[in-house]
């Protein structure tokens, strides 16, 4: 089975260039996540959709980072303009949510980025 | 609020020894989950164990087992037959409904 799928592996970019992040979540589940890697501050949520619909956003450091999510198969993180502190690993995680438990989440491969 | 506490920064064992990651959480629900995830240079995280917080008994994994002392809030992992390839980045995670919250992170070096 494909796990999650991110895209791209790494990117390279200068500050003030709009950055696009793709996640293709595990087929069936119904849950995604979008984390931010950085040695400074470690694993950070940034937002969590369920059946498509974001339920939390409160981790998006600012208005410069949106996410969607326009089907059950496919979300995006955006960031637009970059900046050199958005340097970091971006990693996506799916998992199937219910009700009465929880799942495991499994998570992409990250994507490295670094802006300049 | 629920917190994850992982307060071993970096940890060393020798290859065939056993080590013991030590994690301590604090939550307010009843129904909870706890895990373990690893993360190799590669940087991918990938599970290494779970545990249920209803289930009394301790999940294990081949070589990974864990401690789970509900009434302490503590969680800790335990690797026996460390192997080279165990030497990683390892997060403690707590989750309830919807969120994970993960712990900073313990740096296992395995000593060949």
């Known amino acids: 089975d494909a796990g999650v799928i991110q895209s791209p592996r790494h990117e390279v970019t200068e500050m003030g260039q709009e950055v696009t992040l793709r996640c293709k979540p595990i087929?069936?589940?119904?849950?995604l996540f979008w984390y931010r890697q950085t040695m400074m501050r470690g694993l950070e949520l940034l937002i969590y959709?369920?059946?498509?619909?974001?339920?939390?956003d409160s981790g998006m450091p600012e208005d410069r980072f949106s996410a969607k999510m326009p089907n059950a198969s496919f979300s995006t993180l955006k960031i637009q303009p970059s900046e050199p502190r958005d340097s970091a690993v971006y990693f996506c995680?799916?998992?199937?949510?219910?009700?009465?438990?929880?799942?495991?989440?499994?998570f992409g491969p990250g994507t490295r980025l670094l802006v300049l | 609020a629920q917190t994850v506490t992982q307060s071993q920064p970096e940890m060393s064992v020798q290859e065939a020894e056993t080590v013991t990651l030590s994690c301590t959480y604090d939550?307010?629900?009843?129904?909870?989950?706890l895990f373990w995830y690893k993360q190799p240079p590669s940087r991918q995280m990938i599970l290494v164990i779970r545990?249920?917080?209803?289930?009394?008994q301790n999940a294990t994994e081949n070589r990974f087992s864990v401690n789970f002392q509900k009434a302490a809030k503590s969680f800790s992992l335990k690797i026996s037959d460390s192997q080279l390839g165990d030497a990683a980045m390892y997060f403690c995670?707590?989750?309830?409904?919807?969120?994970?919250?993960f712990g900073t992170g313990t740096r296992l070096k395995v000593l060949a």
């Open positions: 995680a799916s998992r199937w949510h219910l009700e009465t438990s929880v799942e495991t989440q499994y």
């Open positions: 087929s069936g589940h119904n849950s």
């Open positions: 959709f369920n059946n498509n619909v974001p339920i939390d």
């Open positions: 939550t307010s629900e009843s129904d909870y989950y």
């Open positions: 545990q249920e917080a209803y289930k009394q």
């Open positions: 995670a707590l989750s309830g409904t919807y969120k994970y919250i």
